[in-house]
């Protein structure tokens, strides 16, 4: 059974930093662009960032450039989103998405997306 399964979202005071984990099950996630995606409440999802599968070409949103970083372990079978310097407006629930579409790009378009995760809750606030 494929599944990808995300952790280390928490609670955490603006300018804080969290590291995001999406660990793969069922598959290897070396051959699959990943993508983290969010979700605040009333609001839609929207793409943070993505990393294609051999990890050489990787994608942010403007909102987010700068403060966050996707890398990949192959050997590990995850994905890491490092976020620093974060703000209230970071606050929702974060997703991995893994594509199954052989290509050497990365694309922050849900449709682009095969499987999901079920998200973890990242909350900044004072």
């Known amino acids: 059974q494929l599944q990808l399964v995300e952790s280390g979202g928490g609670l955490v005071q603006p300018g804080g930093s969290l590291r995001l984990s999406c660990a793969a099950s069922g598959f290897t996630l070396n051959s699959y662009a990943i993508a983290w995606f969010r979700q605040a409440p009333g609001k839609e999802r929207e793409g943070v960032s993505c990393i294609s599968a051999s990890g050489g070409v990787a994608n942010s949103a403007d909102s987010v450039t700068g403060r966050f970083t996707i890398s990949r372990d192959n050997a590990k079978n995850t994905v890491y989103l490092q976020m620093s310097r974060l703000k209230p407006e970071d606050t929702a629930v974060y997703y991995c998405?893994?594509?199954?579409?052989?290509?050497?790009?990365?694309?922050?378009?849900?449709?682009?997306?095969?499987?999901w995760g079920q998200g973890t809750q990242v909350t900044v606030s004072a």
């Open positions: 998405a893994a594509d199954n579409t052989v290509r050497p790009m990365c694309f922050m378009r849900a449709r682009s997306y095969d499987y």
